[in-house]
Each structure stands twice: as structure tokens, then as C-alpha cells.
């Protein structure tokens, strides 16, 4: 059956062409589905980034409105104290008001405090300084003089007094708003610090975004030439499938022909042998395994 053999030759020829056209096309299909691996790391990787990043945006977001928090409280307390001092000065200076009037009632002139820490000093300066008799004794002088004089502001000591304490919280007051207005300084600066490390962030998660934008794009255009070069190897596969199928139909022919042909062969020289047996001729080893072969065949 030569037309049979040339179909098989023809087969095995298409089969060689088509493997190699399939060969290319996974070589393809794999460079291809590199690409769109890669793409869809690069994009999975900026994706964390980002998530990474709104995680400190929002970490920032929290300790900025907290310090934004603590100026807005610092700020209504300083208010408040500064309209507390606004209103004791008022006060002080009605308090200043009526004590210089008392004073002129009962004709005295001077600070009573500066009297007073006048006497403090020069008392402490006779007890721990070694001085001359005359100088002692001008010393002692002048103290006297000094508490006959603050002897005489004992008619208005009430309303000094008064000016003095009000001065004190007045001074205790500028203290605390001054604390105060330090800490909405303070929190006021790392607040804005917080924002502009905002700004910052926000700016790079956007161009994240792009580039994350950009990597999708990618990886959606090699996903889909990646479909279409598996589309295109598919038929290929197939056609393979379908060559190798017809092959081994053809084997099957071609061994059943070579069977048939050896069955007559081996009966064409069986039919010798038995001639010789007949002739009573000398039969060789291979005439002995025809023979051998021909029973078998027939037991079987």
C-alpha cells in the first residue's frame, strides 16, 4: 500500500510544521505572560504602597486635629485670662485712683514698697557688714528716718495693700495666659508640621495613583494580547491532536498490513518445508523454526 505510506509521509511532514508554528506561539504565549506578570506586580506593589501611605495620612490626620484641638482649648483660656487682666487693670487703676487721693488727704508722697524695701535692705546691710561707728550710726539714722516716714502711710495702708494684692493677680494672671498662649504657639507649629508632611503624603499617594493607573493599563493590555495569542495556539493544539490521531490510524493500517504479509510469507514457506518433508530433503535451522512458528500459529 505505497498511496498509504506517502499519506503517513505527508502527516509526519504537517505534524513537524505544526509543532514548530505551536512552538513559536508558546514562546510568545510565555514572553507575553511575562510581561503581564510584571505589570500586575508593579501594580500590586503600588497598591501597597499606597495603602501604606493613606495609613500615615490618617495617623497625621489624627495627631493634627489633636494639636489643632489643643490650640482652639489653649486659645479659650488665654482669651478668657486675657479678659480677666483687661478687667483688673481697670480695677488697679480705679484701686491706684483712690489711694493717691487718700494720700493727698493725709499729705503723704512716695511708694510705700520701695520705703519698706528700702528698710529691708539697709537693716540686712548693718547685720552682715563691718562698719565704722560714724557709719553705723548714719546707717541707724536713716532707718528711722525710713519708718517714720512709712509710719505715716498707716492711714492708707488698706488701699495700698489692696493695690498691691491686685497687682499680684494681675501678675498671676499674665503668667497663666502667657503659659497659655506658649502652648497654642507650640501646638499651633507642630499642627502645621502635621499638615505640611499632609500635603506631602497626599501629593504622593496621587502620583501612586497614576503609576498604579498606568501599571493597570499594562497589565490589562498584556492580559488581553495574552488571551489572544492562547486563542491562536488553541487551533494549533487541536490540528496537532487531529495529525497524531490520523497517524496512529494509519499505524494501525500499516500493522496489519505487515501482518498479513508476514502470515503469507510464513505460510508460503511452510508450504516449503512440508514439500521437503515430503521430498525427505535435509531441512535447515531456519526451515526447523518456520516449522516451529506454523505450529504455534495454529495452536493459537
Known amino acids: ?143 528711722k528716718d525710713l519708718k517714720k516716714k512709712y509710719e505715716e502711710f498707716k492711714d492708707v495702708q488698706q488701699e495700698w495693700e489692696a493695690v498691691v494684692a491686685k497687682s499680684k493677680e494681675i501678675d498671676k494672671l499674665k503668667k497663666r495666659a502667657n503659659e497659655y498662649h506658649r502652648v497654642v504657639q507650640q501646638a499651633a507649629k507642630q499642627s502645621q508640621a502635621q499638615h505640611e508632611h499632609l500635603l506631602v503624603d497626599s501629593k504622593e499617594i496621587d502620583e501612586l495613583k497614576k503609576s498604579e493607573e498606568e501599571a493597570y493599563q499594562k497589565f490589562f493590555e498584556y492580559k488581553t494580547k495574552f488571551k489572544d495569542v492562547n486563542a491562536e495556539l488553541k487551533p494549533k493544539l487541536k490540528e496537532l491532536q487531529a495529525i497524531k490521531e490520523e497517524l496512529d490510524s494509519h499505524n494501525v493500517a500499516l500493522r496489519e498490513e505487515k501482518q498479513q504479509r508476514e502470515q503469507k510469507t510464513l505460510k508460503e514457506k511452510a508450504a516449503e518445508v512440508e514439500e521437503k518433508v515430503k521430498q525427505r530433503k535435509k531441512l535447515t535451522t531456519e526451515d526447523l523454526l518456520v516449522m516451529q512458528r506454523s505450529q504455534n500459529k495454529k495452536t493459537a
Not at 489643632?68 to 480677666?84: G, I, M, Y
Not at 529691708?120 to 541707724?140: A, C, G, N, S
Open 1 to 143: 500500500m505505497p498511496e498509504q505510506k506517502d499519506d503517513v509521509k505527508e502527516l509526519l511532514h504537517q505534524l513537524k510544521l505544526v509543532k514548530e508554528e505551536a512552538a513559536q506561539i508558546k514562546k510568545r504565549l510565555s514572553a507575553v505572560g511575562q510581561d503581564k506578570e510584571k505589570w500586575f506586580n508593579k501594580k500590586r506593589d503600588i497598591s501597597s504602597q499606597i495603602k501604606e501611605k493613606i495609613s500615615t495620612v490618617k495617623e497625621a490626620k489624627g495627631e493634627r486635629n489633636s494639636f489643632t484641638e489643643e490650640v482652639k482649648k489653649a486659645k479659650e483660656e488665654r482669651d478668657t485670662l486675657n479678659k480677666q487682666i483687661t478687667v483688673a487693670i481697670k480695677e488697679i487703676k480705679r484701686m491706684k485712683d483712690a489711694y493717691k487721693a487718700m494720700a493727698e488727704k493725709h499729705g503723704v508722697k512716695g511708694n510705700p514698697a520701695d520705703i519698706k524695701k528700702r528698710i529691708e535692705r539697709l537693716e540686712y546691710w548693718l547685720q552682715t557688714e563691718p562698719m565704722k561707728f560714724d557709719k553705723e550710726q548714719k546707717v541707724m539714722k536713716e532707718i
